[in-house]
């Protein structure tokens, strides 16, 4: 205890001194408070915490607001608003008020909601419909406020027709402010003039560069929750809606056979069962005005798929699952002596062509329906001369922004017949298709039924309107049905056909405005028309030209995909990827490099090796070479068949003439019709030729001295052996006179009998 006593003593020191500073602060505020207190006190008023200064300025916060029931209040129903609040700067905001107000003036049309949602500021009569708490906002982050106005408190509440109000939201939040504002439609009971509406709905895919669809695209595209699924799946139950078909996609499924995946098959089943109105795209929905502002006469169509075509997919059709199975009877049995026919080999299988695979029921001809603002009037006639008689524009294309009413679809100029959507209806229903949330939905559908009000009380007979979905929506579109629904059930609108709209009276000022395409746009489809005629020429050294030219073509059609046209996708860079594909193939057939060449002989052959690097085909290539000068001679080109991703030697026959020295031989490869094919070489040709005079009379002089040597030797030899036979006989000779002698043996005889040597034989004693 003793030991802890110096610390506790401390602590207590310590705590001491503490209590006297604070006793002496409370003393010296009490001298202040007297100091003043024959002032007046001011009111207390609580400080807010100040929000930090944020990083950019006070206005970086963002604010969207939207109505429930797409912008729609009926009697009765309380008005229940989304108010968004995005703070996009990297600095936190403190808690605020959202506070929503209404314009009590009605808008009078179009043009004044367009003002009104482009406008900024709170009228100076607007009517407060509520307040609602803002938390505190992180950076980067967003949050929704709901403010619910109960039916009763509504400033309109007790009109009888129906009106569009300009609707609007101011936030606080620290230092910071932010305005929304958008539109509510009053909607009581009551009877309201309907437009007619029709809905164009491309049926797509997503851009590529590929000329048919590959089949585990096509089961993505169409499992449950695929684009393409998602797109039938949306049509249920609106059968104004139009359709406008991509036939790649049905030539896509079709040229795999029996490989198509099921759900693949199920799609195509459920398409054809479709009771809408239906045409054709461009293959590919390839852009036929962009070809012709390229310099095309007309748009291109495919020209084969065969290349496409694996034949072991088209087995022979099995018979039907229901259909009875009649056997074939047996034959009548025929003498023995009658002899059996012989067995056939059994069919192949039988191949679609171009025409099987693109074949569709279409309830509508004639039709093109080019990008939005992409059409200049010298369009139309080529248009009409290909077929295309009826062209629908884009609201953009033509002048109805600048007309005082809302004008029918059709437009008549001329001999041309065109069908114009009305873009900002057509603008505002792609936001509903493609909304990522509830709110979002409704901030576009609030767009859309405010202006089918506004249109509703405009003078005249009742309008015929066109809409066009885009072509990218499939993408990320999830809300198609539910849009549809409540676009087609409004009471503004009721849903018409194709035709319905087509036939109504043009609208009297409406006309079409030029709007070509970027001018690097129709540069780029001048040079991929340009790589197409190139690889078409460069295909006349393959077999079957038609598997390239037809690859070929349909690649480009989808590389002209409308969809193309869409700022977010990166065309610049698909082109470049494709032009550079297309110099690989036409640099797949080559000369390979050859060293120099030593010519020793009059004539002969000289081998080079030709590559073909095309993974599918074989080619047949001409190759010629041209001397330098006169020292060789080549009498013709040879030909040569290689086989796919090969090499094979190619022998080019020569003659050399009168003289040595060096010859460069210029080799260039052709197509046999004619056509050239990659890159011309050369190769340097040592000629030698004399050489082979000089050793023919080397040795023709070795060969006589070898037979001279020869004949002379025999000479000799023969004489030599004269010479012996005739001594022989002369010592013969002289025996004969001496007598004979049967004691003594020959050398000869000894030498036969015993294989030795005979001793000596001497005279005398």
Do not use: C
């Not at 860079?573 to 494709?578: G, I």
């Amino acid at each position: 205890m003793s030991a802890a006593s110096p610390t506790l003593r401390r602590g207590a020191t310590f705590r001491a001194r503490v209590r006297l500073m604070a006793a002496a602060l409370a003393v010296g505020a009490l001298a202040t408070v007297t100091a003043v207190a024959g002032a007046p006190a001011p009111a207390l008023a609580v400080t807010p915490t100040p929000s930090p200064a944020p990083s950019a300025d006070a206005s970086a916060l963002t604010a969207s607001i939207a109505a429930d029931n797409g912008g729609v209040v009926t009697p009765g129903v309380d008005l229940g608003v989304s108010v968004t609040v995005s703070n996009p700067t990297d600095t936190a905001y403190s808690s605020g008020s959202v506070g929503l107000w209404l314009d009590p003036s009605p808008l009078s049309g179009r043009a004044a909601l367009a003002t009104w949602l482009t406008s900024t500021g709170k009228p100076s009569d607007a009517v407060a419909l509520g307040q609602a708490q803002l938390n505190t906002l992180e950076p980067g982050t967003s949050t929704v406020v709901r403010v619910t106005v109960p039916a009763a408190s509504l400033p309109f509440a007790g009109r009888t027709t129906s009106a569009v109000f300009g609707m609007g939201a101011s936030v606080h939040a620290g230092s910071g402010t932010a305005e929304a504002r958008g539109s509510v439609v009053w909607s009581p009971v009551s009877a309201a003039q309907q437009a007619s509406v029709n809905v164009v709905l491309p049926i797509v895919t997503p851009p590529g560069s590929d000329g048919v669809i590959a089949a585990d695209d096509l089961a993505t595209y169409t499992a449950p929750n695929g684009i393409l699924t998602r797109e039938l799946d949306g049509l249920t139950g609106h059968t104004t809606v139009t359709v406008g078909i991509d036939p790649m996609i049905i030539a896509s499924i079709r040229v795999l056979g029996n490989a198509a995946p099921s759900s693949a098959v199920d799609w195509l089943t459920r398409l054809s069962e479709l009771p809408n109105e239906t045409f054709s795209l461009g293959y590919g929905d390839a852009d036929a005005v962009g070809q012709l502002q390229a310099g095309l006469p007309a748009p291109l169509p495919p020209t084969s798929l065969a290349y496409a075509i694996d034949p072991k997919n088209f087995t022979p059709t099995p018979t039907p699952v229901g259909e009875p199975f009649t056997a074939t009877p047996a034959p009548t049995p025929k003498s023995s002596a009658t002899p059996s026919p012989t067995p056939t080999a059994a069919p192949g299988p039988v191949l679609p062509d171009l025409k099987t695979l693109l074949a569709w029921d279409y309830t509508l001809t004639g039709i093109s329906w080019p990008g939005d603002k992409t059409v200049r009037r010298a369009d139309l006639a080529p248009l009409a001369t290909a077929g295309l008689t009826t062209t629908i524009v884009s609201g953009s294309n033509t002048n109805a922004a600048d007309l005082s009413t809302t004008p029918n679809a059709p437009i008549v100029s001329g001999n041309d017949r065109l069908v114009s959507t009305d873009q900002r209806l057509s603008d505002a229903l792609r936001q509903a298709v493609t909304a990522p949330s509830d709110v979002a939905w409704n901030a576009a559908m609030s767009k859309v039924n405010a202006q089918l009000e506004l249109i509703s009380q405009e003078s005249g007979d009742a309008r015929r309107l066109l809409i066009g979905l885009d072509r990218s929506w499939p993408s990320s579109g999830t809300q198609l049905e539910r849009t549809l629904n409540s676009l087609l059930s409004s009471p503004w609108s009721a849903p018409a056909s194709f035709s319905t709209v087509k036939a109504a009276a043009p609208s009297a000022g409406l006309d079409l405005v030029d709007a070509p395409e970027p001018g690097q746009r129709t540069a780029d489809i001048r040079g991929l028309v340009q790589d197409e005629g190139s690889l078409g020429q460069f295909a006349t050294v393959l077999d079957d030209p038609t598997r390239l030219t037809g690859r070929a073509r349909a690649d480009l059609l989808a590389l002209l995909a409308v969809s193309w046209l869409n700022p977010r996708t990166d065309w610049t860079a698909a082109v470049s990827k494709v032009r550079a594909t297309t110099v690989k193939t036409l640099h797949s057939i080559r000369i390979l490099p050859t060293e120099n060449v030593n010519l020793v002989s009059a004539q002969g052959s000289i081998p080079f090796t030709v590559s073909n690097d095309l993974p599918d085909d074989a080619a047949t290539i001409v190759l010629t070479a041209s001397p330098s000068n006169s020292r060789l001679e080549i009498d013709q080109a040879t030909t040569k068949r290689i086989l796919q991703d090969s090499r094979a030697t190619v022998l080019v026959p020569v003659k050399a003439k009168v003289g040595n020295g060096q010859v460069v031989l210029s080799l260039h490869l052709y197509s046999p019709t004619g056509v050239p094919i990659g890159d011309p070489t050369s190769v340097t040709v040592d000629v030698h030729a004399d050489w082979e005079g000089i050793g023919a009379l080397i040795f023709g002089i070795l060969l006589v001295l070898l037979f001279g040597f020869g004949i002379v030797r025999n000479i000799l030899r023969r004489r030599s052996k004269g010479a012996a036979e005739a001594e022989t006989e002369a010592d013969a000779s002289t025996d004969t006179e001496a007598g004979p002698r049967t004691d003594v043996h020959t050398d000869t005889d000894v030498t036969e009998s015993t294989g030795s040597t005979p001793p000596v034989e001497r005279s005398g004693g």
